[in-house]
């Protein structure tokens, strides 16, 4: 297999707090050495040998960035994009599916979409821990009132899909509907119980038509390690009256809860986020919620989620980290991803960090001018590059909005 070597790039590397000029040998699907130019290729790479190069001058290489909540799994129902659609060709190697589906129907979900040979993208995924569940538009689990029925859990038929799948199910994402007591979701004690010490990620926010338990109930029920997604959306009640964080929310984080940003049409603000901010909550994860409702614009793309965290003054390296190694972490799966090091599997990001802007972003509501935006150039998955080409950005489109209303997020 020929030699893939990503020059002269700078190399950010939140685990190993790297931030220098090196060159990238890959083989095989491997790194091979991450060193200064050009020692580092002359040691790799025989002169006879087949080499690939792509220059990376002037660009930022980072180990491959992870979307922590995007949906994926198209052809179940009709809210998914394609995972390489915002997956590599979006400079995003891995992807993580956020429980787009539940137990009966996640196994020809992996077979179509994780499994299929036609898909680039490495695809990971939270199973919703009902038996019968699935994302879409109209919230049909929810209209059914499916979601929030006890007879739509069978924890035996539930933690033999987690055995089976363990290669790909990272987590659990719960929706905390409840049967009565706004205190207590069955839903997510039974995700906890099955997955063990596997993370739950909770939507934060409600949902048509199904009941949810109170936030400050949802943040007791949380362990370290479970994620709260759209974790920076207004009106998600981590605010309190005083514009102070509630109480639950400040006991969470220290418990080691997660947040994530989960962007999606209506659940990233500037306006709540700069809030949390100023009180020391930032996000330890930037995730999108890229689906149909949101990929036209106010999200786009991972990248643009990264840059709106730069637009609100977070610095490049932890920006970085948030959508890289944290991840990584978040979904244990530090030990195959997140960093880029000899030996490691070669998926690693190429990005432009553009400083001749200003580069206005929106959340949908609300514009914001960034000094600098992060522009996908492409990825290294599995070894192999991939190119980025048209990534839309608000600022190339000026597309705030697609139809969405409040709402219609998962
Ligand atoms: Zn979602």
Not at 237 to 254: L, N, S, Y
Not at 261 to 282: C, I, M, N, P, W
């Amino acid at each position: 297999m020929a030699t893939l070597l990503l020059r002269n790039g700078r190399v950010i590397d939140p685990v190993t707090a790297t931030d220098a000029i090196l060159d990238v040998v890959i083989r095989e699907g491997v790194v091979v050495t991450v060193g200064p130019p050009p020692e580092a290729d002359a040691a790799a790479a025989p002169p006879d040998s087949d080499v690939e190069v792509v220059d990376c001058s002037g660009l930022l290489v980072t180990p491959g960035l992870i979307d922590l909540h995007c949906h994926v799994m198209t052809g179940l129902g009709d809210f998914c994009v394609e995972a390489d659609q915002v997956g590599v060709d979006m400079g995003v190697p891995v992807v993580v599916d956020g429980g787009t589906s539940g137990v009966a129907t996640f196994d020809i979900s992996r077979r179509a979409v994780i499994d299929h040979p036609d898909t680039r993208t490495k695809v990971l995924a939270f199973i919703d821990p009902n038996q019968l569940y699935l994302a879409t538009r109209d919230f049909i689990c929810h209209k059914l009132t499916i979601a929030n029925d006890l007879k739509n859990l069978d924890m035996a038929s539930l933690e033999a899909s987690l055995a089976r799948n363990a290669d790909v199910v990272v987590g659990l994402k719960a929706r905390a509907c409840h049967v009565g007591d706004d205190q207590h979701s069955p839903f997510l004690e039974a995700a906890q119980q099955a997955g063990g010490p596997l993370p739950v990620m909770v939507h934060l926010g409600r949902f048509p038509h199904t009941p949810v338990i109170t936030p400050a109930a949802l943040l007791r029920s949380m362990r370290g390690g479970d994620i709260i997604t759209h974790a920076f959306r207004g009106a998600g009640g981590m605010i309190g009256a005083d514009g102070k964080a509630i109480p639950e929310f400040r006991d969470a984080v220290d418990r080691g809860v997660v947040l994530d940003v989960g962007h999606s049409g209506t659940d990233f603000r500037f306006k709540e986020a700069r809030r949390l901010f100023e009180q020391g909550y930032r996000p330890d994860t930037a995730s999108t919620d890229l689906n149909v409702f949101n990929i036209g614009g106010p999200v786009y793309s991972l990248a643009e989620t990264l840059t709106k965290l730069l637009a609100l003054g977070l610095d490049l390296h932890d920006v970085v980290a948030m959508g890289t190694s944290n991840v990584a972490r978040v979904i244990g799966r530090s030990d195959e991803l997140g960093t880029i090091a000899p030996g490691r599997p070669a998926e690693l990001s190429v990005l432009r960090l553009r400083t001749d802007g200003p580069f206005p972003v929106s959340d949908g509501v609300e514009t914001v001018q960034s000094p600098a935006a992060l522009e996908p150039i492409g990825c290294v998955r599995a070894g192999q590059w991939v190119p980025s080409a048209g990534v839309a950005s608000f600022a190339a489109t000026g597309r705030t909005w697609t139809d969405a209303a409040e709402g219609e997020d998962w």
